[in-house]
């Protein structure tokens, strides 16, 4: 009887202990999105250009509250597009309302007429 109130006992706390992580993993989950911009530039378009776009995607957390993070710097790349950037937003909310607010149309100044082809991603958890 001893054996088995036990046995009780320890499935009892090895249930109890994978609740509490799962509700600890997805209590710590972040609720950011991330956006990931691959980019190829138009013919002809000048580094200093490439630059400009890069340095006004860099700018874009101080000029909107919703994005949290940029990341520019290209390290390994496939295929066609040369560049990547990829923007972290607080939450959905914040991506969507990101859409035609004056921060982006200010950006998109510098860097849609360069832009040739792109592809994006957004990713959550």
Known sequence: MMKRSLQVLLCSTLFAFAAM?????TATAPKSVIHIVTVSWKAGTT????Q?????AAALPSKYKGITR???K???KQGERTHAIVMEFADEAALKAYSD???QKEWYKVY????ERSTTFDVTN
């Not at 580094?47 to 490439?50: D, G, H, S």
């Not at 849609?112 to 832009?115: E, L």
Request: net charge negative.
């Open 47 to 50: 580094e200093a250009q490439i």
């Open 70 to 72: 940029v990341w520019t």
């Open 52 to 56: 400009a776009a890069l340095d006004g």
């Open 21 to 25: 992580t799962a509700q600890a993993q």
């Open 112 to 115: 849609t007429p360069i832009r």
């Open 101 to 103: 607010s004056e921060a």
């Open 74 to 76: 290209t390290i390994k």
